[in-house]
């Protein structure tokens, strides 16, 4: 189910080299795009929130129901402190949506 980024078969307007500006980004598209390649649109959107983190360049955040085990919120968080190119984006989204993915089975 799981394949590599150079897999790709589509890109959004974006070249890998492309530096993206994450404070006006738009990671819908690219969260769609990681879902239908890695994932057969298994996972539902979640919120993206920006942070000025210089320890991590993204991370997928989660409340778990202590008696349920359920995840109560989620959402992903992206620094906006690193220069961060169009390929990087991708395989960081890939990672961070697998965290999310293994949370949800």
Do not use: W
Not at 42 to 53: G, Q, Y
Not at 77 to 82: G, I, K
């Amino acid at each position: 189910m799981i394949t590599t980024i150079q897999t790709f078969k589509e890109s959004i307007n974006h070249n890998d080299e492309d530096f993206i500006d994450l404070k006006t980004y738009d990671f819908t598209p690219l969260f769609n795009l990681v879902n239908k390649e890695c994932f057969n649109n298994s996972l539902t959107i979640i919120p993206f929130k920006l942070t000025n983190s210089k320890s991590y360049t993204a991370s997928f955040n989660a409340r778990v129901n202590s008696l349920t085990r359920e995840l109560i919120t989620k959402h992903f968080n992206f620094s906006t402190v690193f220069k961060i190119t169009y390929g990087k984006l991708k395989n960081i989204m890939a990672h961070e949506m697998i965290h999310y993915y293994l949370a949800e089975i």
